[in-house]
C-alpha cells in the first residue's frame, strides 16, 4: 500500500506539468510539455502524452488539477484560453489510461495540498488565494475541502472599479486589483507601457517609495477581499500563493493584514495571512492527492 504511486497533472495555461508521487506528496520524477490549446482533441492527446510517459510498475491511479469551473458531475464549464469546455477529462483519461481518475479545480487542489502538506497542515481551516495571471481560490472548512464553486478571485473589492480578465464582465473584483497582471498594469501606469509585474517587485526590493506604495495599495485591497472571506468562512489562517503572490509577499502581506483585521468582525481578528510553501509545486501534489482520493474511493 505504503509504495504506490500516482500521476498527478496540474494543467496550466501554457504548460502541462505531470509528476509521479507518492503518498508524503514527494514529486519523484517530472515532466513539462506545452500546452495544446488548437482543439480539444489535441489537448487530450497532449495530456495523455504526458502521462503515458510517466506511466510505469505501481502507478495506481491518476489527478487532474484544471483551470475550470466543473460542474457535479465531472464536466469542465468553462475555462479561458484553454479547450475544456464540456469534457469530462477524468473519465475521458482514465478510460483510455486503465486507471481511477479524477479531476479538481486547480486552485482546489492547491489549497487542499497546503492544507494536507504545506503551510495549512496545523489547522483545521483555511482560505487559500492564488495571485498569478489571474487570482484563484480554495477553501477548506472543518470537514475538509469544499469542492464546489470557490471563484475567490471574482468578488467584488472596488465598486465599478476596473474591468476583469478574460470572460469576466465584472469590475473591481479582487482578480482586476490585486492579479499579476493586475500589478502589470500598476507598474505601466507609474513607468510606461511594458512595464512588468517583476520590475514592480524589483523596484520595491531595491527601495523605489512608489514602487513600494503601488504595492501596500494591492496589499489594501487584498486584504479588503480577506476580511471579507474571514467574516464569511471563519477562518483564521489565509494562504496566499502564486507566483506573483509570492513574489511580492513581502510588499503586501503588511497591508493586507491591516486592512483585513480592520474588516474582519472580532472572531476573526487574529487571522494571519502566510505565504504558500509548496511554491510553485502546490497544484502538482494537489493532483497527486486528488489522485490518492480517487483510488481510495474518499472522493
Ligand atoms: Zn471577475
Redesign the pocket.
Known amino acids: 500500500m505504503s509504495s504506490q504511486r500516482v500521476i498527478g497533472v496540474d494543467l496550466g495555461g501554457t504548460k502541462i506539468l505531470a509528476g509521479v508521487l507518492d503518498r508524503d506528496g514527494s514529486i519523484l520524477e517530472a515532466r513539462e510539455v506545452p500546452t495544446p490549446t488548437e482543439s480539444q482533441a489535441e489537448l487530450v492527446e497532449g495530456i495523455a502524452g504526458a502521462v503515458e510517459k510517466l506511466l510505469g510498475p505501481g502507478i495506481a491511479a491518476l489527478g487532474l488539477g484544471i483551470p475550470s469551473v466543473l460542474a457535479a458531475d465531472g464536466r469542465s464549464l468553462d475555462s479561458n484560453n484553454i479547450p475544456l469546455a464540456g469534457i469530462a477529462l477524468a473519465e475521458v483519461l482514465g478510460e483510455r489510461l486503465g486507471l481511477p481518475a479524477a479531476v479538481e479545480n486547480d486552485a482546489n487542489a492547491a489549497a487542499l495540498a497546503e492544507w494536507r502538506l504545506g503551510a495549512g497542515r496545523e489547522v483545521a481551516a483555511l482560505v487559500m488565494l492564488t495571485l498569478g495571471t489571474g487570482v484563484g481560490g480554495g477553501v477548506v472548512l472543518e470537514s475538509g475541502l469544499y469542492r464546489g464553486w470557490a471563484e475567490l478571485g471574482?468578488v467584488v473589492v472596488v465598486a465599478d472599479g476596473p474591468p476583469?480578465q478574460g470572460n469576466?464582465t465584472?469590475r473591481g473584483?479582487l482578480?482586476?486589483v490585486a492579479s499579476g497582471n493586475a500589478a502589470d498594469r500598476a507598474a505601466e501606469a507609474l513607468w510606461g507601457a511594458g512595464s512588468t509585474a517583476e520590475q514592480l517587485v524589483d523596484r520595491a526590493r531595491a527601495g523605489a517609495g512608489e514602487a513600494v506604495e503601488a504595492l501596500a495599495l494591492i496589499g489594501r485591497r487584498l486584504g479588503a477581499a480577506i476580511g471579507s472571506f474571514v467574516n464569511i468562512f471563519g477562518v483564521r489562517l489565509v494562504v496566499v500563493g502564486g507566483g506573483f503572490g509570492v513574489a511580492a509577499a513581502d510588499f503586501l502581506f503588511e497591508a493586507a493584514l491591516e486592512t483585513a483585521r480592520r474588516e474582519a468582525l472580532p472572531p476573526g481578528r487574529d487571522l494571519r495571512i502566510v505565504a504558500a510553501e509548496l511554491g510553485s509545486k502546490a497544484g502538482l501534489v494537489g493532483a497527486g492527492l486528488v489522485a490518492f482520493e480517487a483510488l481510495d474511493g474518499t472522493r
Open positions: 471574482h476583469c469576466c465584472g473584483h482578480e482586476a
